[in-house]
């Protein structure tokens, strides 16, 4: 593993863990759980909370559960549970047999509930959520009660039971932990415990029409799975009160809650909502599309789940909030391709070529290297032949003084093939350069002069003859700006970045590339690093691009070393 990439040695939920090791607190046992809500598809920052929760139980020898909060059964689906699953074993985690939901605990908490209805520590109350909301309160000033706070226990459980059994509609009434509407916390001021939903749940239909809160929810599913410690992201520390308070009050078992910092991505949003917009307006083609930070779309772009992996180590684990470049991922996406794509020609934008000299009608198959980080790679065979495909931008009939690479009268090298000197060119009625012609040198072939001449490029090129037609997606940011959601009076989608994607129907790659499968990656040379789009058709494959070439974050930080 590079130097830069190891992984934290020390972070503060590490160090908690080590210390209730020592104590032998939880009996020496690590138990965390990944407890996503299954109501959209998961973001690189679930990503990061995914690493930390399975990665420190490996690390402890311990366990990590796959628990999904499944409570509110107007926002879930099937769809999302089984897209929440496969993002997981992407990124290459296991929970073996301990798949767990919400739902499965329903009638445990149901119990739980009337257990504090019969303590004096719940009441049902008839507000309606306006009404609640007005006597809740302020940060600065105390709420009220309910006039319905102090009912007989009996006449709670009473109504409660009737509440379970759908005898009242929608919103008629909730079932509310009675502590304190004073509580400097507002969680604190009678938090909502159940509300009542008559809509059918992807996994228990129309048993319940009544659905625990996710504050009452959370807490108690940790307590049932005997989980140690709760890893959340930070905005719920002001609700650990609450967890604790329940937790407590029933005296069950009771785990360690510790909160870290989320991810935040310059150039990109982490709302699950506004993602949800992004969708639902037809801003991107679906929850997959390449631009969107979802799992599912930087698996459709081609970053790998190593290259995840390792930007959540890179990263490391925080106790206050802070936004990460965009480069740095980006950064560490490269480095692993680097060193496990395997090597392609490719044109995005097919300029012709002839070689006058070279026979007709011949085809050579030339070697080429596969991947020089990667040795075991091997080579593959490429053709050439007297009609060649290069990139446009290769080419210029009147070049400047730093353009070394093709112009008429100079010399270029082409990748794994021969030197060749422009001739002349043919162009349209435009005035704009359809054709280049050239001559070549049959004494340099595989790129080397036997008189030692040097040559101050060299292209990379697809023969004409056999090559393959493909459509190349090039990617960018789908924001233009580093903080599409701090922008003053403005709302996230006026930062929609009309570049953020451009098609290219008349791509050219080398043959080879026909033989590639949806998801692979591959590095076109000197282009970037492209995967194979599942679109792909069998004559005609789609590559998206995941990265380009140039590293910023390489050189950001040969720009902080100086300033040192």
Same mark, same amino acid.
């Given at each position: ?34 407890? =996503? ?161 008559? !809509? ?41 009160? *609450? ?16 909160? $870290? !910092? ?81 090597? $392609? ?42 009609? *060649? ?9 009147? =070049? =400047? ?65 056999? !090559? ?29 970045? =009309? ?19 949806? $998801? ?22 789609? $590559? ?21």
């Amino acid at each position: 593993m590079d130097t830069e990439d190891k992984e934290q040695s020390r972070d503060f939920i590490r160090d908690i863990i080590d210390d209730d090791l020592k104590t032998g607190k939880y009996e020496g046992r690590v138990h965390t759980r990944f407890p =996503p809500e299954p109501n959209g598809y998961l973001h690189i920052g679930h990503g990061k909370a995914i690493c930390l929760n399975f990665g420190i139980a490996e690390q402890y020898g311990g366990l990590c559960n796959l628990r999904f909060d499944d409570t509110n059964p107007t926002r879930e689906g099937e769809e999302y549970v089984q897209s929440i699953i496969e993002d997981i074993k992407w990124l290459g985690f296991d929970w073996e047999d301990r798949l767990y939901f919400a739902s499965d605990y329903f009638d445990q908490m149901y119990e739980y509930a009337v257990q504090l209805v019969k303590d004096g520590k719940a009441y049902v109350d008839d507000l309606n959520a306006e009404e609640i909301s007005e006597h809740r309160g302020t940060l600065t000033s105390p709420g009220k009660n309910s006039p319905y706070r102090d009912r007989p226990v009996e006449e709670n459980l009473n109504l409660l039971e009737k509440m379970k059994a759908g005898e009242f509609g929608d919103g008629e009434k909730v079932l509310r932990a009675r502590i304190d509407m004073a509580h400097p916390n507002m969680n604190m001021r009678d938090p909502v415990m159940y509300r009542i939903l008559h !809509a059918a749940h992807h996994r228990t239909g129309d048993k319940w029409c009544i659905y625990p809160m996710y504050d009452w929810a959370h807490g108690l599913e940790d307590s049932i799975e005997k989980i140690t410690h709760s890893i959340c992201s930070l905005e719920f520390e002001n609700h650990r009160p *609450l967890y604790d308070w329940f937790l407590d009050e029933l005296g069950v078992y009771h785990p360690q809650q510790i909160e $870290f !910092a989320r991810l935040n991505l310059s150039y990109t949003i982490m709302s699950k909502r506004k993602l949800i917009r992004l969708v639902e307006e037809g801003d991107v083609s679906g929850w997959d599309d390449p631009r969107m930070p979802t799992i599912s779309g930087i698996r459709r772009r081609g970053y790998s789940p190593e290259s995840i992996r390792s930007f959540c180590r890179r990263i490391g684990v925080a106790k206050f909030n802070s936004t990460i470049s965009l480069e740095l991922l980006e950064h560490c996406v490269r480095q692993d391709l680097n060193k496990t794509s395997l090597r $392609f020609m490719g044109v995005l934008r097919p300029l012709k070529v002839v070689i006058d000299n070279y026979p007709e009608g011949q085809v050579e198959e030339l070697d080429a290297v596969n991947n020089p980080e990667d040795p075991d790679a091997g080579t593959r065979k490429v053709p050439f032949s007297k009609v *060649l495909y290069i990139e446009r931008e290769d080419f210029m009939e009147d =070049p =400047p003084k730093k353009f070394y690479r093709l112009s008429p009268g100079r010399e270029v090298r082409l990748r794994y093939a021969y030197f060749v000197t422009c001739t002349d060119v043919v162009k349209d009625e435009n005035g704009e350069v359809i054709e280049v012609h050239c001559t070549y040198d049959p004494a340099t072939r595989g790129g080397d002069s036997p008189d030692g001449r040097k040559v101050k490029s060299t292209l990379h090129w697809v023969s004409a003859e056999r !090559a393959l037609d493909a459509e190349v997606r090039l990617y960018d940011k789908l924001f233009t700006v580093e903080d599409p959601l701090g922008q003053k009076d403005a709302d996230f989608r006026d930062f929609l970045n =009309p570049d953020s994607l451009e098609i290219l129907k008349s791509c050219k790659a080398e043959p080879a590339a026909g033989n590639l499968k949806p $998801f692979d990656r591959i590095q076109f040379e000197r282009i970037g690093y492209f995967c194979v789009d599942p679109d792909s058709a069998e004559e005609k494959p789609v $590559f998206n691009r995941a990265v380009g070439l140039r590293d910023t974050w390489a050189r950001i930080q040969k720009q902080q070393k100086k300033k040192k």
